[in-house]
């Protein structure tokens, strides 16, 4: 290598370490946009300035501990609140764990509210009970606070100081003081205001009358390839209950990087476990699985039709009779007409609903 | 202070990979043959092909990470004993800047180098394959700088956060190669190494709160900064299996 390239090289490099950007100053403001009439949010609800609140925190970068993203940010309402890479960036832009899991019928999830405090009796059964991938969270209260909490995500290390930090920004003080009757900031009242707000958001499957190919992916969805046996579109929950809780190894990997269940339980039966996703508005939640590895509903299928893998902790239903893997082989035609019956899950009204979305406006 | 020690570190391997005709790869006549020389070492210099090989092979829908941060591996041996140095780096630059939250703008520049040096032995298991084994030294260092911004209507946030995860370690490391021609490798490494890891964060939080005087109407603004300052220490002592796939060049 002569002296000159070497010299272009040293130059390149020295180039690459200077490039350090200086960060872009926010010119624009926005302003908190909120009807003068409440939104409705939940039918029983005697108090919708709570869920209001949850709103509003909820997309609020406030809430992190650089304000630099919100709930909102990896949890977004055109995306049934998920979001469209495998991983989320948070606050440090660095890759979050997991994909991010949509929003939407977690009432259907958890069952019970406890008003007050984070710690409340399970009124369902236990399988029933379960957040995350991994179902390491069973009440929604304390749920809306791990990402907040989390190092990678929002990095806010102390609740206590956040809602003092809160309690300094005049728009909460007349929140607060309107859901709650004092302005008072605790993170039990943000914790309360934004799982109210999650609650609410419910998806409900469109009543349109299906056409031919979609009617026959239902029928193939229901009959020939039996996915409603796990995946119960029917119910808001979108999961059969019992017979796996909530949780199945569907063969992903014959060895786990992220063992899932068996993190929280740590069972060896229960070692690549994840919790079983509604398909209520699955055409908008790619990429899917926990780790976002398929980018489409057709790489879905295909792991279905020829991948699954042999695992020891296999589910029943995707083992052949001789306990092998199975292979459905879904011919093309099958896939497309199942896809066309997956787009009708889409509830657009909950995707485009003025009172989930976000309350800031650019002025 | 510290890029020009990486700088230093990047450009060795360059300069070791430069000037095999000065001094690494020496001959040295055989016994008996005039004509034909022998070489005393031989010289692996591979990359990192994952990516690669996914582009140009189906592999299935295995979606295992690839968490070997070396990119370039490097190593001379002695011909007679497969004795030898053994060297990988690695250096990754992500930056982003993000404008979709209308709220707020964040602009994260992350960089992440490292190294290992260390001691092997390669022998030949068979013509098309060979094993290695020995004992690396590593280091690492990963920079993670965010910027933010935001202006709401009575409060407006600038943020600078700056995090370190820096480890040194050591352990041994088992490869396995497979001559896909003479002089073309296709490996694959098992480590298990220990680490002594330093993370430290540092966030800067500078506020200003615009307060309206409800009698007068008067604005009045008060900026307020706040400093977070954190440091860890943790350990880690994990087995790595072979995922990342290397594609060598021996000469």
């Not at chain 1, 993203?69 to 055109?78: D, P, V």
Request: aromatic residues 10%; glycine residues 6%; hydrophobic residues 35%.
């Amino acid at each position: 290598m002569n002296k000159a390239k070497l010299a272009l090289l040293v130059l390149g490099f020295c180039i690459l370490f200077a490039c350090q950007k200086a960060a872009e100053l926010n010119t624009r403001e926005v302003v908190l946009t909120l009807p003068s009439t409440l939104d409705t949010y939940l039918s029983d609800s005697l108090n919708n300035n709570i869920p209001t609140l949850g709103r509003v925190l909820f997309y609020d970068s406030r809430l992190s501990v650089n304000n630099s993203i919100s709930c909102g940010s990896c949890h977004k309402q055109a995306l049934a609140f998920a979001d469209n890479v495998p991983f989320s960036q948070g606050f440090e832009g660095k890759p979050t764990f997991r994909n991010s899991m949509p929003i939407q019928n977690l009432v259907t999830a958890i069952g019970f509210f406890p008003q007050g405090d984070l710690v409340g009796v399970p009124q369902v059964p236990a399988d029933t009970l379960s957040l995350f991938w991994d179902g390491r969270e069973k009440l929604l209260k304390a749920m809306v606070l791990r990402p907040i909490a989390n190092h990678v995500e929002m990095g806010i290390t102390d609740l206590d100081a956040l809602a003092k930090k809160l309690s300094g920004i005049p728009d909460y003080q007349d929140l607060f003081t309107k859901a709650y009757g004092n302005p008072d900031v605790t993170q039990i009242k943000i914790a309360d205001a934004l799982s109210q707000f999650l609650q609410s958001i419910v998806a409900r499957s469109g009543d349109f009358p299906l056409t031919a190919l979609e009617q026959t992916g239902q029928e193939l969805f229901f009959g020939k390839y039996n996915c409603n046996s796990c995946h119960q579109t029917q119910a808001l929950n979108g999961y059969k209950m019992g017979g796996g809780g909530g949780f199945l190894n569907i063969g992903l990997d014959q060895t786990y990087r992220d063992i899932g269940l068996a993190d929280v339980t740590g069972n060896a039966s229960d070692v690549g476990k994840f919790k079983i996703p509604t398909l209520h508005n699955v055409a908008l939640t790619a990429p899917y699985m926990h780790d976002g590895r398929f980018k489409t509903l057709d790489d879905v299928l295909n792991h279905y039709s020829e991948g699954i893998q042999n695992h020891p902790n296999l589910d029943f239903r995707l083992k052949d009779v001789s306990n092998h893997p199975l292979k459905m082989n879904i011919s093309y035609h099958d896939k497309q007409a199942i896809i066309a019956f997956l787009n009708t899950l889409t509830d657009y009204k909950m995707i485009t609903d003025p009172k989930f979305s976000n309350p800031f406006r650019v002025k | 202070m510290r890029y020009r020690f990486i700088l230093v570190l990047i450009l060795f391997p360059v300069f070791l990979c430069s000037s095999q005709r000065l001094t690494v790869l020496t001959y040295r006549m055989a016994p008996g043959d005039s004509t034909k020389p022998v070489r005393s070492t031989h010289q692996y210099l591979g990359v990192q092909a994952n990516q690669l090989l996914n582009q140009l092979f189906s592999l299935g829908n295995n979606n295992a990470v690839v968490t070997n941060p070396y990119l370039i591996i490097y190593s001379v041996n002695s011909a007679r004993t497969g004795v030898g140095l053994n060297m990988g780096l690695g250096y990754t630059v992500h930056s982003t800047d993000d404008k979709s939250d209308p709220n707020t703008t964040r602009s994260t520049t992350i960089s992440s180098f490292s190294t290992r040096v260390g001691v092997e032995k390669k022998s030949l298991l068979s013509k098309k394959w060979q094993a290695s084994y020995g004992f690396d030294l590593l280091y690492n260092n990963e920079d993670d700088h965010t910027s933010t911004s935001s202006k709401f209507q009575f409060n407006s946030n600038s943020s600078d956060s700056n995090s370190n995860t820096s480890y040194f370690g050591f352990g041994p490391r088992v490869a396995l190669n497979f001559f896909i021609t003479e002089k073309i490798l296709l490996g694959t490494e098992a480590t298990y190494y220990f680490k002594s890891i330093k993370v430290s964060q540092k966030i800067t939080n500078t506020s200003t709160s615009v307060t309206i005087d409800p009698t007068t109407g008067q604005q009045s603004s008060q900026t307020s900064s706040s400093t977070i300052d954190t440091s860890q220490k943790a350990t880690d002592f994990a087995l790595k299996v072979p995922v990342a796939l290397f594609l060598m060049l021996k000469f």
